[in-house]
């Protein structure tokens, strides 16, 4: 076969396995469809596949086929995280900026702080850190992998809840838009170049200015040729951050977070993002799956990432807990909260993608981190749902 009818039955494969995993096994509950393609990523990387069936993973996912989804995978990946930068709603976490930055604040450094100790656990032991890296950065880098919140997956989860619209998932909306311009603004730090210093500082310069360049020009363009600026934007910021060595996710992120959400129709803005992970992002996700590796042992990675899923879960729900007492929230609240802003999967997966890349993690760390992004995502809706029902019983007794 040549390697176009190769490429097709690999595209085939990676569509074809998590739909009938989803839709057969019915784990929508427990896992929406997105979170099911993260797992057969990973079934389908060589630690899985590539162990059982070694020859038909090496014909199947062999050099040139990888790059060619590599392609796709990245070009899916900037505009996922460019959506997700339009997306925040500083707005209104500026409006409510006490209440916000008491929980999102906590909702972040407790998660970090625990992650931090798991991190510094793992050094004491070879085959965690990457061959790149300077202690902190791995140490800072798992932190803060810990204590991401996945905004897309988070408005997800909330819209099967039922609650996206309602004035408490507008309140997790808010603290989770304030966190990820932490994240971004950490993974900058952790990717600073002393040797091109002077390089990132001419691109946050240069970006500054066409920024402020672009808002002129995207207030006077209609509606129609907004979107299509809007992909120059992108592929002009992520050239420009990977030019000055901050990796081209961070400059998509920062091209979506200076565009206004009214500059689009939201609905147009919801399909675009629905369409996204529908048509392309399936790829990114098996191209990640390529990228686990099992070479200290299995053990030892479920190992690791056990660790990492108690640091971060229990983390999260320790600082908000801490806000909602400082807050007076009701019964029941902090629990519903920290719950839900745990949730891990899409941002937390492209945010250790660059650590990988940047060899700050090794392949090892970077599976205990995937594993532990799954199960956490996989955990939201479980304990979240009975004690949403609760509160509505409650409140339905007391009118």
Not at 262 to 279: A, K, N, P
Request: glycine share 8%; hydrophobic share 60%; with cysteine.
């Amino acid at each position: 076969m040549n390697t176009t009818e190769i490429f097709l039955i690999a595209m085939a494969i990676i569509f074809t396995a998590p739909y009938l995993i989803w839709r057969v096994g019915r784990t929508d509950y427990y896992a929406p469809l997105v979170v099911v393609q993260i797992i057969a990523g990973i079934l389908l990387g060589p630690g899985i596949l590539g162990s059982v069936f070694p020859d038909y993973y090496r014909f199947i996912f062999n050099p040139a086929v990888v790059q060619s989804l590599n392609g796709i995978a990245w070009w899916a990946v900037m505009l996922f995280v460019c959506i997700a930068g339009v997306e925040l709603d500083l707005r209104k976490a500026w409006a409510h900026r006490r209440e916000t930055s008491i929980t999102a604040g906590l909702a972040l450094i407790t998660p970090m702080s625990c992650g931090c100790l798991a991190a510094f656990a793992l050094l004491l032991y070879d085959g965690w850190i990457g061959p790149n890296a300077f202690a902190w950065q791995f140490v800072l880098g798992v932190g803060m992998a810990c204590a991401v919140t996945a905004l897309p997956i988070l408005i997800l989860l909330m819209e099967k809840l039922d609650i996206l619209r309602q004035p408490l998932g507008q309140r997790i909306l808010r603290y989770a838009s304030f966190d990820d311009i932490a994240i971004w603004g950490v993974l900058a730090l952790i990717l600073m170049d002393w040797q091109r210093v002077g390089r990132q500082a001419g691109f946050l310069l240069a970006f500054a200015l066409l920024a402020f360049a672009f808002h002129k020009l995207m207030a006077w363009l209609a509606e129609r040729d907004r979107w299509y600026v809007a992909l120059i934007w992108l592929t002009v910021c992520a050239f420009g951050a990977d030019w000055a060595g901050l990796h081209f996710m961070v400059g998509a992120f920062l091209a979506g977070a200076v565009m206004e959400g009214e500059w689009f129709d939201q609905e147009r803005m919801d399909l675009l993002r629905h369409h996204v992970l529908l048509v392309i992002m399936p790829v990114f996700f098996l191209s990640t799956g390529l990228r686990t590796n099992w070479t200290v042992g299995g053990g030892a990675v479920f190992a690791a990432a056990a660790v990492l899923l108690a640091a971060s879960v229990g983390g999260k729900l320790i600082g908000i807990h801490i806000a909602g007492r400082i807050l007076k929230w009701q019964p029941g609240e902090a629990s519903i909260i920290g719950w839900l802003l745990q949730t891990k999967a899409l941002i937390m997966i492209i945010f250790v993608n660059i650590l990988l890349d940047k060899k700050i993690i090794s392949n090892e760390a970077f599976t205990a981190l995937l594993l532990m992004a799954v199960a956490s995502t996989m955990l939201t809706v479980p304990m979240v749902a009975p004690k949403l029902a609760r509160i509505r019983e409650l409140v339905s007794r007391a009118n």
